[in-house]
Every structure is written in C-alpha cells, then in structure tokens.
C-alpha cells in the first residue's frame, strides 16, 4: 500500500465523484436520518406515555416492544422490514426507501422511548407532590411542571440520538438506499479502488457527526444556564 | 377565628406496605378542629410523615376514613353520590414539605401564581397583587423576580409556605418544614410559622422542635410504630407524659 498513490487517487475521486458523496449520498444520509429522528421522536413519546400509563397492558406492549428492538441486531430488523413489510402491506413493494425508513424509524422509537422516560423519572418526585398538593391534577403537573423540566434532560439526549441515528444509516446501504455508504459501494465497484472512497465517507461521517455533537453539547450548555439564570 | 368545629376526621387510618408487613399507620382516629395547631411528634419512622400525607390523600390510605370538611374524601363518591374529584379538597389543603420542592423553572412569583391562576381562574393582576402582599409579610418581596436556585433554604421553606397560602386553604399541613435548614436559618421559618397560627390558621405540624410544639401548638400527638400513643396539650405531654414510650423519646429529644 502506497499513501501518496492513495492520496492521488483520493483526490481523484472526489473531483470526478464529488456530487454522488456531497449531493446524492449526503441528501440521502441526512433525510434518513431526519425522517428517524423525527418520526422516532413521535412514536418514541407515544411508547414513553405507554409505558408510564396507568393500564397495565398498554405498559406490557411497549415494554415488550421497547425489549425485543434493543435485544436484537438492527441489520436483522432491516431485512426483517426489508423483505416482510411489501408482503405484509403490499403497496409497500419495491418502496425499499420507504421500507429502511421506517424500520429506522422503528429501531429508533425504542430508544427515544427509554430517553424520553428516563427524562420524565429523572424530574424529582417532590415536584410532582408539591404540584399535586396544590390540587393540579396529574395531567396538569405533567404539562406545567415535569415536563418543562424533563425537557432538560431529553433534548441532549436526542440530539446523541440524532448522532447515532446519522451513523446507523450506513446500515442502509444493504440494500443500495443511495445513502453516503451506498455511494461509496458503488464507486468501489465501478472503480475497483476499496480504501479510497470509504476514507472520503469517513471524513464525511466524521465531519458531521462532529459538527452535531458540537450543536447538542452548545444546546446542553444553554440549557444547564437555563436553570441557574 | 374560633377554635370551633372539626375541620377533619380521621378514623382508624391504616396504611401497610407489602401486604402486612410494614405497618406505617396502623389505626389512627383523631379530630382536626378549627384553629388548632396540632403539632406531631414521635421517633423517626413511627409514622408521622404518612399520616400528613394522607390527609391530602397523596398517600392513599390502606383502610380507614378521613372526613375532610364533610366529605369522606378516601371513598369514590360523596353521599349524595357525586364523584369526589380530589383535586378540589387539595386546593384547601396547603402542604410544606422538608425539601421545599419550589418549581425550579419559574420565578418565585411565578410559583405563587400559577396555582391560583390555572385552578382558581383568578386573573393575572390580582393573583400578582396577593402574591406580593404574602412576600411582603415574609420579607421577601424584593426577591419576586428571583429563581427558587437563587434563595436560601430559608428564603425557599418562606416561598413554599406562601405559595402554599395563595391558595387560601383552610388547613397547612407542614413535614418537618425546618429539617433540612442550616440552623441559623430555623428561627425565620418557625417565625412565620407562628404568626400564621396566632393568625388562626388551622395547622398539623410534624416536628422535631420542641420549643415549637410547646409554644405554638394548642395539641401535641405523639406516635410510634404507627400509632397513636398519646395526645394532650403541651403541658401535659411534656411535663406528665405517661407513656413510657413518650417518656423515653423525650428524654432523648429534651
Ligand atoms: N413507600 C414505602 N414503602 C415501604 N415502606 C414505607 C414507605 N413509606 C414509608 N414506609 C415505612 O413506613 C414507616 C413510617 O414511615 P414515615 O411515615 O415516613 O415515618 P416518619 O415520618 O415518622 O419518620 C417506616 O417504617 C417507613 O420505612
Ligand atoms: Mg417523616
């Protein structure tokens, strides 16, 4: 292996492939990762609500639902949705876009469920009691007084999601969405160069996550001074 | 006011954790009159903070009945049938708690003023006038715009008990209010505490201040192993109490 041949070649591919890595493969990541997270974010609030409800087979299904999602593989729920949702929903067939985003979507519900719920028990249970003393009814001591404070605790917790989620699209390229990575299989095969193209990916990978992370840490910031004021 | 009429009944209140095993009220019957300062004592885990919380139901009793204000409000419906919506007994019912539990996102006036705006329908203006009004008979009304992180624990068990007090309820009850004070900052609590009760407000106060308990209180309880062993004035409780168990604690506290 030559670096300075690699070097070459890498500056190479980015002048002839630019717009496949920067336009194609970037739209693709971030729309499915925006898609994710904001879909995630919906469907994870309602499994949180679930799980804290007070009917307890509303509290089974999620939990078990949350349980099976973290407990396996998420490329095996991929092809799980990939392969069984056209024949479940059959105007779902050759929507393969359609199919990876919602088993994102999926994947990522479960785990916003447990940040949202871990934001809400994290508000001190003396809160509520004073709420409820003052003859706010549960309803409204969530909306007035835990929520504002779980809010705290869950929008950075979303944004690392929001960075997982960025990376775990790559997954996507499995089945050729046209996501970063999938860009990058298909330079490697018309170009028989594997290092180069997955380094470019790299540093794109990193460069965003990196300038996402610097986003939710300034949004923790803020939100840390909030409290004090 | 006159020390007159039961304010609150409560009849063999029990309350058990896992099954039987933990018997934290184990039947306690007493009368809440009007304008009583009814101050309780007893070691630590006889019960005390469990029959306060059940007054106001946030502990829901295992057995037993508590008639607040004539309604018996541990059942679903009163006796005319009507659904007893808890919530509207609470709003009479003003709590202070150890931690003081100030909602930490809104302004001091704010906490004041959200309860009785969103549950009473008062407006803004007026809620805000007898807010300042009640930071003005605790010295604090220079702090309005301040956030609860910005008080002494003191300043904070002050804010708690007024924003208790817009409400306007007809009993306070207080769980240890003073225990997590530095102790130089005691005194300015218990003051306001005082001067609510020569105001007449009817109080239930667990406390580990005996000059409290045998200045202000008009009845003092004392509980163990969540019962009630004996009640009398605090004349009699602190210089002739008969139980031994009494006798013991105070000798301990005293
Ligand atoms: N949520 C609970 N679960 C189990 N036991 C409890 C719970 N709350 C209180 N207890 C028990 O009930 C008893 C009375 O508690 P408490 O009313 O807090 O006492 P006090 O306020 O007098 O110190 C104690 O033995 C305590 O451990
Ligand atoms: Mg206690």
Same mark, same amino acid.
């Given at each position: 292996m030559n670096f300075s041949t690699i070097g070459q070649n890498i500056v190479r591919l980015l002048i002839k492939y630019w717009d496949k890595f920067l336009i194609t493969g970037l739209s693709y990541t971030l729309s499915l990762a925006a898609i994710t997270v904001f879909f995630g974010t919906i469907f994870g609030a309602l499994i949180a609500l679930m799980r804290m409800s007070r009917i307890p087979p509303l509290r089974w299904v999620s939990s078990v639902y949350t349980e099976i999602i973290r407990g396996t593989p998420m490329l095996l729920q991929l092809y799980l949705f990939y392969f069984g949702l056209p024949q479940l929903l059959p105007f779902l067939n050759r929507q393969q876009y359609a199919c990876v985003a919602i088993a994102l979507v999926c994947n990522s519900a479960a785990y916003v469920s447990e940040i949202i719920r871990s934001g809400i028990q994290a508000v001190d249970i003396g809160q509520t009691e004073a709420a409820r003393s003052l003859g706010f009814s549960q309803a409204q001591t969530m909306r007035y007084i835990v929520l504002p404070q779980a809010v705290k605790n869950i929008l950075p917790a979303l944004g690392n999601e929001f960075i997982m989620v960025t990376k775990d699209t790559s997954l996507a390229s499995t089945f050729f969405i046209g996501d970063l990575m999938t860009q990058v299989l298909l330079i490697k095969g018309a170009t028989y160069l594997p290092i180069e193209p997955l380094t470019i990916a790299a540093i794109i990978y990193f460069l965003l996550t990196f300038v996402l992370s610097k986003l939710v840490g300034l949004l923790e910031r803020r939100l840390r001074r909030g409290d004090i004021r | 006011m006159a020390t007159s009429g039961k304010l609150i009944e409560v009849r063999d209140l029990k309350k058990y954790y896992n099954g039987e095993a933990i018997k934290a009220l184990d039947g306690v019957s007493v009368d809440v009159n009007r304008g009583d300062v009814m101050v309780v004592i007893g070691p630590s885990g006889s019960g005390k903070s469990t029959f306060l919380r059940s007054l106001n139901l946030l502990e829901q009793p295992t057995s037993g009945s508590i008639v607040f204000e004539g309604v018996d409000i541990t059942k679903k419906t009163d006796a005319q049938g009507k659904r007893i919506n808890i919530d509207l007994h609470r709003q009479k019912m003003g709590m202070v708690f150890q931690h003081f539990n100030l909602f930490p996102h809104k302004t001091i006036l704010q906490n004041m003023t959200m309860a009785p705006i969103k549950l009473k329908g008062i407006s803004p203006a007026e809620a805000n006038e007898k807010a300042m009004a009640l930071l003005e008979r605790v010295g604090l009304a220079d702090r309005a715009g301040a956030y609860p992180i910005q008080l002494s624990g003191g300043q904070k068990q002050r804010v708690a008990i007024v924003r208790a007090l817009a409400m306007e309820p007809d009993v306070m009850l207080f769980d240890e209010p003073t225990s997590a004070l530095d102790p130089e900052m005691v005194g300015e609590v218990l003051d306001v505490m005082k001067k609510l009760a020569l105001e007449g407000?009817?109080?239930?106060?667990? $406390?580990? &201040?005996? +000059?409290? /308990? *045998? &200045?202000?209180? #008009? *009845?003092? @309880?004392?509980?163990? !192993?969540?019962? @009630?062993? &004996? &009640? +009398? $004035?605090? !004349? /009699?409780?602190? #210089?002739?109490?008969? #139980?031994?168990?009494?006798?013991?604690?105070?000798?301990?506290?005293l």
């Open positions: - | 407000m009817t109080m239930v106060v667990v $406390t580990h &201040e005996m +000059g409290f /308990a *045998r &200045e202000v209180g #008009n *009845r003092v @309880l004392f509980m163990a !192993d969540g019962k @009630l062993l &004996e &009640e +009398g $004035t605090p !004349d /009699a409780i602190f #210089n002739a109490p008969q #139980n031994p168990r009494l006798q013991d604690f105070l000798s301990k506290v």
